[in-house]
């Protein structure tokens, strides 16, 4: 049994005992509105705290246990898709991110990092189409994803092309506020 999580989960509620509101949900404590549910802490904003923090194999386990409280639905499947990629499973992430959009084609986030999964995959063809319809479904309105289609345009133009390779950085995107920048050998 690893106790890591459990250990987390018992700094949290113990910084949340801290604070003025106690483990209350009001805005002036740990947990922002609508973290904390009935069973417990929403695993999807843990999920996002653990990977904004980079610890990749946290996020997994709290983005699992937000699935089996949730059920699989679009933002579990894209969430776990996007910690596989983080942590090297590409194989993995693109059946999650496939799934994720197969729920909810007009996603923007589960297209977008199946877009990065594809760049990594070396499938620069499909990972341009995959990023165009992120942007669609965006409506245009997210710099990462145009940040992400442009670089993508610009390798399949030029596939050769190696220059600033350490410039051509996919950025992971959620729902929600943040984004995750995956360094990409491209």
Sequence with gaps: MNVRPAFIGLILVVLAACTSG???RSTDGV????????NG???L???HRLMGAGEFELALKAYNRAASQQGLNVDTMSAIGSANLNLGRLGQAERWLRRAVEEDPSF???WNNLGVVLMEKGEIGEASEVFRRAFAADSGNSDEIRDNL?????????PSNTDDQENQNFNL???GA???VLMSDL
Excluded: C, M, T
């Design 45 to 47: 904003l843990v999920g």
């Design 41 to 43: 802490v929403d695993g």
């Design 150 to 158: 442009r670089l993508a345009l610009a390798k399949l133009e030029n």
């Design 22 to 24: 106690g483990l209350n």
């Design 31 to 38: 947990f922002a509105p609508g973290v904390a549910s009935g």
């Design 178 to 180: 943040g984004d995750f």
């Design 108 to 110: 923007p986030p589960a």
């Design 173 to 175: 995107i959620r729902r």
